[in-house]
């Protein structure tokens, strides 16, 4: 979706989900758990990251077939449902 950044991070992280496992349990307030769950996850990441000096972006804009196909992921039982791009900073150069 033309986020060219993610090309040059350091790494990327890709968070699926498997509905099935959220859904026998809590059912209907399942896609809210999951939800919930992904933002702390990714939450996380950012605080690890700031402890290492990194950068991190959150990516929740994405082609969906395409990353699921990528990661071999059925997209159906099981899909990605969050991205975070991580790694160094490239500090910007400081006007003259
Ligand atoms: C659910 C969610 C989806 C996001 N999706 C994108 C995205 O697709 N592209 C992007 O550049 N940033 C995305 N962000 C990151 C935000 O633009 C922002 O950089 C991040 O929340 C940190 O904000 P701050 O650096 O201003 O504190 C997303 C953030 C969240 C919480």
Redesign the pocket.
Known sequence: MG?QFINTAGVVFAWAAIPYRMEWRYGPVSAKAIAVDA?HVCQNLYLACEVVSCGT??????DQEQIDALIRLDGEDEFVI?LASFGYIIPKELPN
Request: charged share 0%.
């Open positions: 986020q933002g972006c959150a990516i929740g804009a994405y969050y």
